[in-house]
């Protein structure tokens, strides 16, 4: 919405240019609608490949290995954090864990080199850490692990049965709740999604995710995820529902693009 406002003022070189399509896939009616706004001549909605995408890798062994050293540990994920939503995360683990004694805070900041950051904001919130880029592993007296490693939010996502997806209590946009979904785990995330609009649209008009509005209510909710786990199993069916309805976009898309990739095709066609 925000890209298509800033075209939109650009009258005589959006025409040039958006004109000059051929074809466009959008990933949803909304965005299809303001390609053609736009001036795009020919626009399909195929939608969002997300939904399509295959669950995160996990090493099998290397996730076993944690599960044994948090067994017993009521858990919960705060995934791809962006600056200023760490100070929140730990007032609700500080929070939560009041009432749920030895609380375990994995923490998978959006940017992993921000490691230290993190790390220091945590301390000085009184938590003590332990961080998975330095090869340390939770033990009984660790509140957070923090994970700040490239490619394993699969054993991240893995390791509890809720999630906070972060980039949204901060002026961000908000991160992907399908991957955490995917795996069955239950989605929270703030009011800032606009990067996955229809997406959280849709999970929160079924129950599939839950809205929160800071640290009070990301702590309540992390209290009821492990007080009520018919209710979370309940809420982690919806949005698998909501993913299968919404999948199909590859084959879709694929579909679209054939007469551009045949040869002799529409591609060769406008080449000539």
């Known amino acids: 919405e925000r890209s298509a406002r800033r075209w939109s003022r650009l009258d005589g070189l959006r025409g040039a240019l958006f004109a000059r399509l051929s074809a466009a896939l959008a990933q949803s009616a909304a965005d299809g609608d303001r390609l053609r706004r736009l001036g795009v001549p020919a626009v399909t909605v195929t939608g969002n490949l997300k939904f399509d995408g295959r669950p995160l890798a996990v090493d099998a062994a290397e996730l076993a290995r944690l599960a044994a050293a ?11 954090t962006h600056a200023g939503e760490e100070e929140i995360v730990a007032a609700a683990h500080r929070t939560a ?58 054993l991240v996502y893995r390791l509890a049965p809720v999630a906070f997806v972060g980039g949204s209590l901060v002026a961000h946009g908000g991160q992907n709740p399908i991957e955490p979904a ?22 929160d008009e079924t129950g599939g995710a839950r809205p929160i509005g800071g640290a009070a209510e990301l702590a309540a909710a992390v209290i009821e995820a492990h007080g009520d786990r018919a209710g979370l199993a309940a809420r982690v069916a919806r949005a698998h529902a909501v993913i299968e309805a919404s999948s199909g976009a590859l084959d879709r898309t694929i579909a679209a693009l054939a007469p551009w990739l045949a040869p002799g095709g529409e591609a060769a066609r406008w080449a000539d």
């Open 70 to 80: 948090i067994a017993g540990r009521p858990t919960w994920v705060a995934a791809s």
């Open 182 to 203: 995917v795996l069955g785990v239950a989605v929270l995330h703030g009011a800032e999604v606009r990067n996955f609009a229809d997406v959280y649209r849709a999970l």
């Open 97 to 154: 864990g009041a009432r749920l004694p030895c609380l375990l805070t994995v923490l998978a900041p959006r940017h992993p080199r921000r490691g230290d950051e993190v790390r220091t904001v945590l301390a000085a919130a009184g938590l003590t850490v332990a961080s998975r880029s330095k090869g340390e592993t939770p033990s009984a007296a660790t509140d957070v692990y923090l994970a700040d490693t490239i490619g394993e939010m699969g």
